[in-house]
């Protein structure tokens, strides 16, 4: 009867311990799925290039279209300087930025605000070009071009 006895108790917790080793092993794969899934939504883009000391100036012919410069600074900020022709005054903002293989997102509070191409260098309805100086400098110097030209046909 002693031995009857025992021989059920092992037996019961030999099926306990293996239901227990299932559970484990369930849960240590589920915690396996979970942290793999975690990693990758935080990872970082291979292409998220650093874009330190480039400088773009963004033009477009019309006069109801504000031209752009853009600085990339360090620590993925950027300055955005915009030209309003109307009042000939230059505007400045602070952004982030990130990018991929195709793209510049400047952002504004974790949202993208503009994309540049980065093969076509567009922003919108402007060309932008690579530029050696200072972008805010150079719009100084396109208010002065842009007000030549609108007097340029005058006679009077």
Not at 36 to 59: R, V
Not at 122 to 150: D, F, H, T, Y
Request: aromatic share 12%.
């Amino acid at each position: 009867m002693k031995l009857l006895f025992f021989q059920t108790i092992i037996c019961l917790l030999d099926t306990s311990l293996k239901n227990l080793k299932y559970e484990l092993m369930k849960w240590c794969v589920f915690l396996l799925i979970f942290l793999q899934c975690f990693n990758s939504s935080f990872g970082k883009d291979p292409h998220d290039d650093n874009l330190k000391g480039k400088n773009l100036i963004c033009f477009n012919d019309s006069f109801s279209v504000e031209d752009w410069g853009i600085r990339f600074l360090g620590n993925k900020n950027v300055e955005l300087f915009s030209l309003n022709k109307s009042f000939y005054e230059i505007y400045k903002y602070s952004r982030k930025y990130r990018t991929d293989v195709n793209n510049i997102f400047i952002m504004k509070s974790d949202k993208v605000e503009y994309v540049i191409s980065r093969s076509r260098l567009k922003l919108g309805n402007k060309q932008c070009k690579i530029v050696n100086g200072n972008p805010a400098v150079l719009l100084q110097e396109r208010i002065k071009s842009l007000k030549l030209k609108k007097i340029e046909g005058n006679k009077i």
